[in-house]
């Protein structure tokens, strides 16, 4: 499966600063201002601080979107929870280098099950934790954030953490697509890229706006030229 349909800069909204009672409409909204991927994060209130949804919500989910579901594990024990996921409709799943002890198993696991396999690294992990797994992963998440909460500040560093990412990938000759995830707005969009990033989430700068299709659009015009030159 192709990450998204839409070019080489994927848009994938966090529907964690949607208003949850209206969780349809939100998603329709950010799919009409041209959101690639739908960004689901999964919190279990032990890996890190906060609860958020599990696998039912997931599967109504499904029902309404209809770009691919881009699901960001934050839980212990990741695969425990694989098999839920992919049954519930998740076409993408991503796993915290810290949280999963046999990652190499959790990888193989999420692949088997037909689907895109991701490596999280916090913002304090460093890339070359992925050097001996790097040519399995079909994409990279990159924290620019502590995972948990949404509405946090970008952590500049993670410019440098993508450079470094990108280093490790093509070491394992690999190209996969990279993915930051916190404090994305407008104002870093075309710094990330330049630096990168592939796959944009973002859940503040797009739910916390009164408009999400707009704001979704936004963002992808504040990638900048670098969006629709990059390979
Ligand atoms: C944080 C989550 C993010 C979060 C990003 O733990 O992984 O996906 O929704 O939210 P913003 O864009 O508001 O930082
Ligand atoms: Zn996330």
């Known amino acids: 499966m192709a990450i998204g349909p839409s070019g080489p800069v994927q848009i994938a909204p966090s529907i964690l600063s949607a208003d949850f009672a209206e969780l349809g409409r939100g998603i329709a909204a ?9 960004h689901i994060d999964v919190m279990d209130g032990h890996f890190v601080p906060n609860i958020t949804i599990g696998p039912p919500v997931v599967k109504a989910i499904k029902r309404v979107a209809t770009r691919p579901l881009d699901v960001h594990l934050m839980i212990e024990q990741p695969e425990r929870y694989v098999d839920d996921f992919v049954s519930a409709g998740a076409d993408m799943l991503s796993v915290h280098v810290e949280s999963a002890r046999h990652l190499h198993r959790t990888v193989a696991l999420i692949k088997s099950c037909g689907i895109l396999a991701g490596g999280v690294l ?6 070359a934790a992925l050097e001996e797994i790097a040519g399995e992963l079909d994409f990279v998440l990159v924290m620019s954030v502590n995972p948990g909460f949404g509405g946090q500040e970008f952590i500049p560093q993670s410019l440098e953490k993508l450079r470094r990412v990108r280093d490790v990938l093509a070491r394992a000759g690999s190209s996969a697509p990279i993915e930051i995830d916190g404090g994305i707005d407008q104002s870093n969009a075309a710094k990330v890229v330049a630096a990168g990033a592939t796959i944009l989430v973002a859940g503040n700068a797009i739910f916390g706006t009164g408009d999400p299709e707009a704001a979704t659009r936004a963002l992808r015009a504040a990638c900048g030229s670098t969006a629709t030159s990059r390979a």
């Open 30 to 38: 950010v799919e009409r201002g041209g959101a690639d991927l739908i």
């Open 122 to 127: 916090n913002p304090a992990t460093p890339a």
